[in-house]
T-cell receptor
Framework: GQQLNQSPQSMFIQEGEDVSMNCTSS?????WLWYKQDPGEGPVLLIA?????ELTSNGRLTAQFGITRKDSFLNISASIPSDVGIYFC???????FGTGTSLTVIP | EAGVAQSPRYKIIEKRQSVAFWCNPI?????LYWYQQILGQGPKLLIQ????????DSQLPKDRFSAERLKGVDSTLKIQPAKLEDSAVYLC?????????????FGPGTRLTVL
């Protein structure tokens, strides 16, 4: 079945650093979604992208819908301790979720 | 606004036993989803309901898993009999309607351990 590959799998960064992660699919998507999951909680939607090339921001988060429509990128600027968690990408209708990127922010 | 409620939060059973999970979606949300999240992986969609009808259950192992959404509100997911590989967090989510343009809201999940 369809797989969404995320990289990196995990990241350990210093507070204040910027973070970049990406997600690739084997199929063309018309929607890309980015979620964050805290321990013991369900995922929470961060950003939704609906158009190839689209660049969307939500505070310190910026996500881009790749031009090939097979990838997407999420950037977090000036990381803070509460950014800790697992970040997932998802395709249309949230039928497929990525493998996740675990982020640790060191104060 | 109350979020998606799930119970129990934790369940430990032995293999071959049966188990059921309950979900109460956000009021007014027509679409309800059940996901299985195995440790270290992303959520995997098991079944999607629109009101009380099934929209997609292509990834539901129907030989042992069943789900229902009577009256188009609450939903239950059942596993009978459970296997060791069913150990996972079972997430319920709801949205106003079923497209990607409508945000899904997730519950906290039920963590199932099968011994």
């Amino acid at each position: 079945g369809q797989q969404l590959n995320q990289s990196p799998q995990s990241m350990f960064i210093q507070e204040g650093e910027d973070v970049s992660m990406n997600c690739t699919s084997s199929s063309i998507f018309n929607t890309w979604l980015w979620y964050k999951q805290d321990p013991g909680e369900g995922p929470v939607l961060l950003i939704a992208l609906y158009k190839a090339g689209e660049l969307t921001s939500n505070g310190r988060l910026t996500a881009q819908f790749g031009i090939t429509r097979k990838d997407s990128f999420l950037n977090i600027s000036a990381s803070i301790p509460s950014d800790v968690g697992i970040y997932f990408c998802a395709g249309p209708n949230q039928f497929y979720f990525g493998t996740g990127t675990s982020l640790t922010v060191i104060p | 606004e109350a979020g998606v409620a799930q119970s129990p939060r934790y369940k430990i059973i032995e293999k071959r036993q049966s188990v059921a999970f309950w979900c109460n979606p956000i009021s007014g949300h027509a679409t309800l989803y059940w996901y299985q999240q195995i440790l270290g992986q992303g959520p995997k969609l098991l079944i999607q309901f629109q009101n009380n009808g099934v929209v997609d259950d292509s990834q539901l192992p129907k030989d042992r898993f069943s789900a229902e959404r009577l009256k188009g509100v609450d939903s239950t997911l059942k596993i009978q009999p459970a296997k060791l590989e069913d150990s996972a967090v079972y997430l319920c989510a709801s949205s106003f309607e079923g497209s990607s343009y409508n945000e899904q809201f997730f519950g906290p999940g039920t963590r199932l351990t099968v011994l």
